[in-house]
T-cell receptor
């Protein structure tokens, strides 16, 4: 089945130790998104790629970076995780850019714990 | 300010009962409205998506309504099942190029036997 896959599902890292979360998709969608979702809160968009074009949200900390080496894969790098970065990280994809009619398909998420 | 407000924040119902979740939004200009179901520890899964001209859309036991004039939507769940226990998130799209999705905080539904 076509899907959005995130690895690992659970990640524990130490304060200040760089960590990378992975997302892959078999939908061949142009757009890939990274969201941060803290407990009992709505997902917050960090950034997205439209093909190779990177779009950063204005309030996304510099500590968060992303790479998209090809259509299928997208990575979220947290350079120096702080305790406040503990959250669920959701990857999503859509066929095109623009909110009109472009359904976003979410992966299962990676739960990040910072110790 | 573009906002999506959901009510109630949480809800507990008995298995087999019906329930209705509410979503009010101030997003303008409006493009479409989506309801997602998010199980604990999982990513959101789309239930329905409605454009400006649609009033009702069903997906099995889930029926969403939209009143674009009053900027209100509801999600009605019929004959609830234990597996319906989840967070239900209302998401509204801005009518513009880009990724502007405005998320509500969700309603947490617990269905008990």
């Amino acid at each position: 089945d076509a899907m959005v896959i995130q690895n690992p599902r659970y990640q524990v890292t130490q304060f200040g130790k760089p960590v990378t979360l992975s997302c892959s998709q078999t939908l061949n969608h142009n757009v890939m998104y990274w969201y941060q979702q803290k407990s009992s809160q709505a997902p917050k968009l960090l950034f997205h790629y439209y093909d190779k074009d990177f779009n950063n949200e204005a309030d996304t900390p510099d500590n968060f970076q992303s790479r998209r080496p090809n259509t299928s894969f997208c990575f979220l790098d947290i350079r120096s995780p702080g305790l406040g970065d503990a959250a669920m990280y959701l990857c999503a994809t859509s066929r095109g850019q623009g909110s009109i009619g472009h359904e976003q398909y979410f992966g299962p998420g990676t739960r990040l714990t910072v110790t | 300010k573009n906002q999506v407000e959901q009510s109630p924040q949480s809800l507990i119902i008995l298995e087999g009962k019906n329930c209705t979740l509410q979503c009010n939004y101030t997003v303008s200009p409006f493009s479409n409205l989506r309801w997602y179901k998010q199980d604990t520890g999982r990513g959101p899964v789309s239930l329905t998506i409605m454009t400006f001209s649609e009033n009702t859309k069903s997906n099995g036991r889930y029926t969403a309504t939209l009143d674009a004039d009053t900027k209100q939507s509801s999600l009605h769940i019929t004959a609830s099942q234990l597996s319906d226990s989840a967070s239900y998130i209302c998401v509204v799209s801005h009518r513009q190029a880009g990724t502007a999705l405005i998320f509500g905080k969700g309603t947490t539904l617990s269905v008990s036997s």
